[in-house]
């Protein structure tokens, strides 16, 4: 008997994070032969249990599941629900009853670490109950601090839009040079600073801003920050300074803490926001110069205009990948991308045990950052390069941009 396949998506969104969903359901509505029916989880794990559920195979006949492959954002919508750490807890046989009832055999969920943890428990629970639905992860983050994984669907393209944004910010610093003044920027990443790497992308020689770059997994020290401005100033009248939105003293204190005091969110993580503000404060009242910040907030995951092609294809791949891998037998699998040797840039698609991802967190080596911890090598700008790769068209109606919009 054939079993239904169903999907969700978790988490903060990403422009590629459809692509994956597009990548899901495409391929398993080729498998006729395999599959009864699509269902996608509307507002993911937490929809589910409240039984918001849609059958997918209309999108396929209305040509919206084309346009969902280039739209930002999730079309499903999305959640931040976490599975109670005890698998004895009522809610998980009210989940299997659900996924009995809708004839579920094969569950995706499109997400990042948090979301992780959810195919993490689900699958082990199925193991302890001897359930056999199969449960795999398609990874997405545009924080890329997904562990086992060469990068994440959603980081090429969102540091395409950070590199692009900056080099457009640095232009745009640049034309009054009769006085020094500092523009300080702030890139989403609460302990990986990936994104915030990828600002070093924006220079076009050597010297050329951002002149400063600093990332979470080097403690912060605020008077070395007014020295590094100090000094740059000398060298740059109009300076570009990046910063993560998690930078921190390296004792537990984030900077944007000095400010104020932040919430958590259903996870129990702090919610960041400030860091730029409080140095801009910093600067004009240490320094006595012009000085702004920008914030560069969820911009950086929902611009279709800086797709990768690179990131846009691996995406809908490796959701693609994840359906023939349930098919094969794998559970408790994320996908995983496995980058090639050589200087021709190639990944393969592998599976990773989601138990082993889930909680973990991957940093940017320290070797990557330089300048003793204001600087980026490198290494890391020819790791990065490749994923930053291809131009995507985005269907337009009237000069904007065509997305699919859930009804």
């Keep these: 008997m054939k079993k239904n396949v169903i999907v969700g998506q978790s988490g903060g969104p990403t422009a590629v994070i459809n692509a994956s969903l597009y990548g899901v359901v495409s391929e398993a509505l080729a498998k006729e032969a395999d599959f009864e029916k699509v269902y996608g989880m509307v ?32 079309y499903l919508g999305s959640c931040r629900y ?9 809610v998980y046989p009210e989940l299997f009853e659900k996924f009995a009832e809708y004839g579920i055999g094969y569950f995706f ?19 302890k109950t001897g359930s056999d639905i199969r449960f795999i992860g398609i990874p997405k983050t545009i924080d890329n601090d997904l562990v086992h994984t060469d990068h994440t669907p959603g980081f090429g393209s969102a540091a395409k ?44 020689f050597e010297g050329d801003n951002p002149a400063l770059i600093y990332l979470p997994e080097t403690a912060f020290d605020t008077e070395k920050f007014l020295s590094d401005v100090r000094a740059a ?54 320094l006595g110069v012009k000085v702004r910040s920008i914030e560069l907030n969820v911009c950086q995951r929902c611009s279709s205009a ?68 204001s600087d980026i090598g490198k290494e890391f700008i020819e790791y990065a390069l490749p994923l930053i790769r291809g131009k995507v068209e985005v269907p337009k109606k009237d000069g904007l941009p065509l997305f699919a919009y859930r009804r």
């Design 43 to 74: 507002n993911g794990i937490e929809g589910f249990l409240n039984g918001q559920v849609m059958d997918m195979k209309p999108l396929e006949k209305s040509g919206e599941l084309t346009l969902i492959r280039t739209t930002p954002g999730s």
């Design 109 to 127: 969920y499109i997400g990042g670490n948090d979301s992780m943890d959810t195919v993490s428990k689900l699958s082990r629970y199925a193991e």
């Design 233 to 286: 100033l000398e060298k740059t009248a109009n300076l570009v300074v990046c910063i993560s939105e998690g930078i921190n003293d390296g004792k537990g204190t984030f900077i944007c803490e000095l400010a104020s005091d932040v919430g958590v969110d259903t996870f129990g993580h702090k919610m960041l926001t400030g860091s730029g503000k409080y140095l801009e404060n910093l600067v004009k009242d240490r």
């Design 306 to 373: 800086m797709l990768s092609d690179t990131d846009l294809s691996e995406a809908a791949a490796s959701g693609a990948y994840g359906v023939k891998c349930a098919l094969a037998g794998e559970t408790g699998k994320m996908i995983a991308f496995r980058r090639g040797s050589g200087e021709a840039y190639r990944i393969d698609y592998v599976t990773e045990d989601v138990n082993l991802i889930c909680n973990e967190e991957k940093t940017v080596p320290a070797e990557w950052i330089t300048g003793n911890g």
């Design 161 to 204: 839009y950070v590199a692009s944004t900056v080099r457009e910010i640095a232009v745009d610093a640049s034309v009054y040079d009769n006085k020094k003044s500092v523009t300080i920027v702030e890139i989403m990443g609460r302990h990986a600073g990936w994104l915030t790497a990828a600002s070093v992308l924006a220079r076009k």
């Design 82 to 90: 976490k599975l109670p750490e005890d698998l004895e807890d009522q």
